[in-house]
């Protein structure tokens, strides 16, 4: 064993133990800062204002949990409008067709232009502008069926969904733009040399690539759109976490104990929607990773039996 | 480290019957040229090229970077549209209607479908790198000519075996080296059993010892019968397997000729200059 290392290898000299830089000045800010923090944290903990036996009678309250799951549920139902939403717009944006693109600019343009707070505010008070919907043709005075607004106007959930989930599509257009974009060129003409017409070309090769660079970034706009769900409290029901918070601090006055509740389950769930983040962000971010080539073997060897079992049908169709 | 298969001699890329039956056009050359000028902007890339090719015959298109040889071969295709002039395929105007004397633009899918039976293999490759070797293989065939599952797979494992990467069936592109993706590329054009295939400097983003796995899988297409627009740079290639050679520079078709002309005994100094270069 000692013949590997040769003639001239030479004894490997001793490992250097050099005494380290001494870094007082980190040492001494991050006492200050710990001792101001601690300083702070006693002064909210200790204060009177937040009731904490208050704090953990509402925390776990049915009337509580319900919140929870209903901002849960509205931000999903708007990402999902925002996702499909933000998909159609982009393509449209991209389109060759100018009218398709002028739609998609315009919409864009107005729902990126305004703040999301009117944009609530206008979808709740939406029945005050149209009480019934019309079909039928505009200025001749032919209406052939006419629906009330109000089932829409007073289901705020739906209002909320919309009102959020439309502006999401605004902003899901331009990073799925983003995302069309930074696509090769040459995958496009790859896929057009072989005959592909254009739609089929953004369905099964330039979206599923640009996913890659949109999944993760849809990640960190679901984890803003949880907490951006606390402003459909100004419609005033009790349709998610926040106004129901409000709902109750309304009547009790207990304000700080119920926006701790608020927070408290706010951070719990971005904590948990920020880890799921971080495996989309390795899993997309390495490219072509190990699970993708390990779920193509698997495939292949069902193959192999498959082509085992029909080899009797394929050894005929050689040639030499 | 490649465990590639290398390409059994004298193994066949096209099917016999295939190439026994000739694409049926009809005495048709496979591409006609005629008057092609093309420009981007106010560069005039192309200036009134003429050009054949029969069927079954190999076609190099030699010459000097920015000269529009790749530019012409994406015309042949409709990648680039021409300004002027006429570009057939098969007989076929590329990319229009001809009504009377009036020209109509091609809907996309129309153009698409004069495409699909046109293979182009790229300088890079363009493999699609979401999809392995085997499904950039079978995509085409099953979502363009609907051509069913399994049919699609059998001969997609087939051509890939053809042509030495039977055991990459399922492997993604980025782990496979320059050479390797460009005969999957070959494979996924031919899939579409094309009436004529486009080589748009397919060895020139390849390592030097890599390029001749691709050459060889083209000089056997070229011996199957298989019809070939091929730009590149191999002047070796040019020699054994081209039935025509060209030289473009300026955007105008130099010279042309049989390879045994055009490379041997050069009319044109401007061929010669060319050749002293490449051949020095």
């Not at chain 2, 399922?170 to 059993?193: E, F, H, N």
């Not at chain 2, 590149?232 to 050679?245: L, P, Y």
């Amino acid at each position: 064993m000692a013949a590997a290392g040769g003639p001239a290898a030479a004894a490997r000299p001793e490992a250097i133990k050099a005494i380290p830089i001494r870094h007082w000045g980190r040492w001494i800010s991050a006492v200050i800062v710990v001792y101001l923090l601690v300083a702070l944290m006693f002064s909210f903990i200790k204060n009177p204002v937040v009731e904490w036996s208050v704090v953990w009678e509402y925390l776990f309250k049915p009337y509580t949990l319900i919140g929870v799951g209903l901002t849960i549920a509205i931000t999903f139902a708007c990402m999902v409008v925002g996702a499909v939403g933000g998909v159609a717009l982009a393509v449209m944006r991209l389109s060759e067709n100018p009218v398709l693109s002028w739609i998609a600019w315009a919409y864009i343009w107005f729902f990126r232009g305004t703040p999301v707070y009117v944009q609530i505010l206008i979808w709740g008070n939406i029945g005050v502008l149209w009480s019934h919907f019309y079909g039928g043709l505009p200025f001749t005075g032919i209406v052939f069926t006419s629906v009330s607004s109000g089932p829409l106007v007073n289901n705020l959930f739906v209002v909320g969904v919309l009102a959020l989930g439309l502006n999401e599509a605004a902003y899901a257009a331009e990073l799925v733009r983003a995302g069309i974009i930074s696509v090769d060129a040459g995958q496009t003409e790859a896929a057009s040399s072989l005959g592909m017409a254009p739609t089929l070309t953004m369905r099964r090769i330039v979206l599923p690539q640009a996913m890659r660079v949109i999944i993760p970034t849809f990640g960190n706009e679901t984890i803003s759109m949880l907490k951006t769900t606390s402003l459909l409290a100004v419609l005033g029901g009790a349709v998610e976490l926040f106004s129901r918070m409000q709902q109750v601090y309304a009547q009790t006055l207990q304000i700080m104990p119920l926006l701790v509740v608020a927070c408290i389950w706010y951070l719990f769930i971005t904590s948990i929607l920020t880890l799921i983040q971080a495996r989309l962000e390795a899993y997309f971010g390495k490219g072509f990773g190990e699970k993708e080539a390990e779920a193509a073997e698997k495939r292949g060897a069902k193959r192999a039996q498959r082509t085992l079992i029909s080899s009797k049908g394929r050894a005929g169709s050689g040639y030499s | 480290m490649t465990t590639d298969i290398p390409i059994p001699d004298g193994g066949h890329l096209l099917d016999a019957e295939t190439v026994a039956a000739g694409p049926a056009i009809g005495g048709q050359p496979m591409v006609k040229a005629e008057q092609v000028w093309k420009s981007f902007g106010k560069l005039d890339v192309l200036k009134g090229v003429d050009f054949l090719v029969q069927p079954q015959q190999t076609f190099v298109l030699l010459g000097p970077s920015g000269g529009g040889k790749s530019t012409l071969l994406r015309c042949i295709n409709h990648l680039e549209k021409i300004d002027a002039g006429r570009l057939y395929v098969a007989g076929e105007l590329m990319g229009y209607k001809e009504r009377g004397s009036v020209l109509h633009e091609m809907k996309a899918r129309d153009v698409a479908k004069q495409r699909a039976s046109i293979g182009m293999v790229f300088q890079r490759f363009n493999l699609f790198p979401h999809k392995t070797a085997i499904e950039n293989v079978m995509e085409a065939p099953i979502m363009v000519q609907r051509v069913n599952r399994k049919q699609a797979e059998q001969e997609a494992v087939d051509l890939l075996t053809r042509v030495g990467l039977g055991e990459k069936l399922d492997t993604y592109p980025a782990q496979l080296s320059g050479g390797q993706q460009q005969r999957v590329a070959i494979a996924r054009a031919l899939a579409m059993k094309p009436k004529l295939m486009l080589f748009d400097e397919p060895t020139s983003a390849l390592d030097p010892e890599l390029v001749g796995e691709v050459l060889d899988v083209m000089k056997q297409l070229a011996r199957d019968g298989m019809t070939m627009v091929v730009v590149t740079h191999e002047m070796g290639f040019a020699k054994e397997v081209a039935d025509g050679v060209g030289l473009m520079d300026g955007g105008v078709l130099v010279e042309q000729g049989p390879p045994n002309e055009v490379l041997v005994n050069p009319r044109e100094e401007r061929t010669k200059l060319f050749l002293s270069k490449v051949l020095a």
